[in-house]
């Protein structure tokens, strides 16, 4: 009942930047708290970034503090990512997840989209 589906996805250089975009669908009139994840073949999915359903407050994580930002716009029903430096390391397949509850943890998240890849060159 809650749908997401990712874009921007593609292949960037080192140093590069990239934005990525999520928009979701089903239950309108709830406005969910927002995450993004990543994960590359071989390691687990690894929380990125999530922000609070009106936007006010934003999580990172450490590995990507200072470089990524995460937006939302509600009218839009849509949540960006804006990549910026972005390294070899940050090649993964990136999620887009809704929840009930702000939060960093992944079994917290109950609705996720099908995932865009993002692939940093040297």
């Known amino acids: 009942q809650v749908q997401l589906v990712e874009s921007g996805g593609g292949l960037v250089q080192s140093g590069g930047s990239l934005r990525l975009s999520c928009a979701r669908s089903?239950?309108?009139?709830?406005?969910?708290?927002m995450g993004w994840f990543r994960q590359a073949p071989g390691k687990e999915r690894e929380f990125v970034a999530a922000?609070?359903?009106?936007?006010?407050?934003?999580y990172y994580a450490d590995s990507v503090k200072g470089r990524f930002t995460i937006s939302r716009d509600n009218a839009k029903n849509t949540v960006d990512l804006q990549m910026n430096s972005v390294k070899p390391e940050d090649t993964a397949t990136y999620y887009c997840?809704?929840?009930?509850?702000?939060?960093?943890?992944?079994?917290?998240?109950?609705?996720w989209g099908q995932g865009t890849q993002v692939t940093v060159s040297s």
């Open positions: 922000i609070s359903g009106e936007g006010t407050i934003t």
């Open positions: 997840a809704a929840s009930g509850v702000l939060v960093t943890r992944e079994d917290g998240y109950p609705y």
């Open positions: 089903g239950r309108a009139f709830t406005t969910y708290h």
